[in-house]
């Protein structure tokens, strides 16, 4: 069995082909290296350095390989960045979801699995997020994740393609020392890129409505990550019905005050953050319940706050 990982030399990408390999499925990556890494593909792994909006690369590297479905994981990440260069964002994330459906068609491949994100619930109104808590995204980002979804769904209706989208939280960690998180836009590698230099990592506000006033975020590992996207991809080829949409999240928050604990901990530099204004529109609290895909695709949390820390700390030092 053979699956096309768009997005595969990604930090979150890499983690899923190495999840394939060491569930028997054959991995065929395709990455243009706009963030990614040709270095975190492994050796013998096939790869296409190219776009996903290279829908006739899609197609034949699809037949060639013979896959039986895509694991779309490429795209442009950065919310933030997103209201400045919404464009740009609406190409790489939703034209680009075209053309990977496109190239599905014409190669007669039948399943996907879309990486999609919190972002598309904006600023929910609820201490726990679950899949029936409203999309009210905020920024070109999250937008262009929902019509991702829409995209599937409606291609889904179309011609009876398989399809599921996983709505990712804060992915952290490492899962192997040869990959880490390179986001310039990412707390853990903010907080590290400080610590290395020498400066103190900040807190953005610390008189929030929560146990110890800082923002409280939903983190998962990546490797666990990674794990429920092999179980999704081998019940689509199976042909077993799964929903449309699964948050993958913990059901259960860390402050980032406990973070910045954790980081002085595992990394052995003693540091008391510096405390700065909050930053507009941060939520005190987003926390989403991961029952659904727990029940369906096995997730589940198998690191704790320690693990997330020091696997992506021993990854960073590998660098």
């Given at each position: ?193 400080a610590l290395i230099a020498g400066r103190t990592p900040r807190i ?116």
């Amino acid at each position: 069995m053979s699956w096309l990982v768009t997005g595969g030399a990604g930090y979150i990408g890499s983690h899923v082909v190495r999840a394939f390999l060491d569930a028997g499925i054959d991995p065929v990556v395709v990455d243009d290296l706009s963030s990614g890494h040709e270095e975190f593909v492994p050796a013998g792994v096939p790869f296409y350095r190219g776009s996903i909006l290279d829908t006739d690369l899609l197609t034949s590297v699809l037949k060639d390989h013979g896959a039986s479905g895509v694991m779309h994981i490429a795209g442009f990440k950065y919310a933030g960045v997103s209201v400045q260069q919404p464009l740009h964002c609406y190409e790489q994330n939703v034209t680009g979801t075209i053309s990977v459906l496109r190239a599905m068609q014409a190669a007669d491949v039948g399943s996907i699995v879309f990486s999609s994100s919190a972002a598309t619930y904006g600023t929910p109104d609820t201490d726990l997020v679950t899949e029936a808590t409203p999309t009210r995204p905020e920024s070109p980002y999250g937008e262009s994740k929902l019509i991702g979804e829409w995209l599937l769904a409606d291609q889904g209706t179309a011609t009876g393609l398989r399809q599921v989208s996983l709505r990712y939280f804060n992915v952290v960690g490492s899962g192997t020392p040869q990959l880490y998180d390179t986001s310039p836009h990412n707390l853990f590698p903010l907080v590290f890129e400080a610590l290395i230099a020498g400066r103190t990592p900040r807190i953005n506000g610390d008189d929030y409505a929560t146990p110890d006033g800082t923002c409280v975020r939903d983190y998962i590992h990546v490797a666990d990550l990674a794990a429920a996207h092999v179980v999704a991809a081998r019940k689509l080829d199976d042909g077993v019905g799964l929903r449309p949409v699964y948050n993958l999240g913990s059901g259960d928050g860390v402050s980032v005050a406990q973070i910045m604990a954790a980081m002085a901990d595992v990394t052995g530099i003693a540091f008391e953050p510096v405390i700065a204004p909050r930053r507009p529109g941060d939520p005190a609290r987003i926390v989403a319940s991961g029952d659904l895909a727990h029940a369906d695709l096995d997730w589940t949390m198998r690191h704790t706050l320690h693990d997330m820390v020091a696997t992506a700390w021993a990854a960073r030092k590998n660098a």
